[in-house]
């Protein structure tokens, strides 16, 4: 597993997708926090520009997880190289594991020098941007990046080739980012009142990118963004079992996943 882990990373280093993207995400999150800086704003809750490094996160991140992971993986799968590493005495788990670690790895490396030129910024400038935001902000940043490269995984596994595989993980990443809250919105417009909490709660865990942008925005003691009708659901989310379920959500999220693209492995790549 190693060893498929440590090939792995060496060609998404050489990969300009992943090159491309990590200038687009520093050169983003050194503005934000350079913006940022100019405005004074500390780490004392919701604003501006913690809005806009949070958009940035939940825009990208998955949006390059999901075309790295399933376009390596489906690219592999086309070519016959899973069915190559088949013919050797390694078990599907060390391949699909080997293979997210690496992915991980590489995405985790474009993550942390977006991170660091922020923190560079700061440093160099000065001023009353927080480091423990910027710390925050890159902790959950990996945590939604487990939860994608996982998605991708299982993408790439179920699509036959690279341009299925693309197909598929833009319309995941259009749904989750950007329909999904108003599918919820308009949804939640014919419900009775009773029913409305319980919904949005549910539809919180339904997907990954509004899980990291609640939790996000309660972390940074924003709860009043949420307005008064949802006040007992931002008690409950920033309580103790709030956080025990968001916890579980996210493991969820990332292993269930891999799971599915183990035993598709063991099944159906052979067959293919």
Do not use: C
């Not at 934000?32 to 100019?38: C, K, P, S």
């Not at 000065?126 to 910027?134: D, H, M, R, T, Y």
């Amino acid at each position: 597993m190693r060893h498929i882990a440590r090939q792995q990373m060496t060609l998404m280093m050489r990969s300009h997708w992943l090159a491309g993207f990590g200038l687009l995400f520093s050169s983003l999150a050194v503005m934000v926090a350079f913006l940022g800086n100019t405005g004074g704003t500390g780490f004392d809750g919701f604003n501006r520009m913690t809005a806009s490094l949070l958009n940035i996160n939940l825009l990208l991140i998955p949006l390059l997880s999901l075309l790295i992971g399933s376009l390596f993986l489906s690219g592999e799968k086309e070519d016959r190289g899973l069915m190559l590493l088949l013919t050797y005495p390694i078990s599907p788990w060390a391949i699909i594991l080997g293979k997210y670690a690496g992915l991980f790895i590489a995405v985790w490396s474009v993550l942390t020098f977006g991170y660091g030129s922020a923190l560079l910024v700061i440093f160099f400038v000065g001023g009353g941007v927080s480091v423990s935001l910027l710390i925050l902000f890159y902790l959950y940043s990996i945590l939604l990046a487990a939860i994608f490269l996982s998605l991708a995984m299982m993408i790439g596994i179920i699509a036959k080739t690279r341009f299925q595989a693309l197909g598929i993980s833009l319309i995941v990443w259009a749904f989750l980012v950007l329909f999904y809250e108003f599918i919820i919105m308009g949804l939640s417009m014919f419900l009775m009142k009773q029913w409305l909490l319980p919904m949005l709660t549910v539809s919180i865990f339904l997907n990954p990118v509004e899980l990291i942008r609640v939790q996000s925005i309660l972390s940074l003691d924003g709860a009043s963004v949420f307005g008064p009708r949802l006040y007992d659901l931002t008690i409950w989310a920033d309580g103790l079992a709030g956080k025990m379920m968001f916890v579980l959500a996210v493991l969820l999220w990332t292993v269930l996943p891999v799971l599915f693209t183990v035993y598709r492995m063991k099944r159906g790549v052979s067959d293919e």
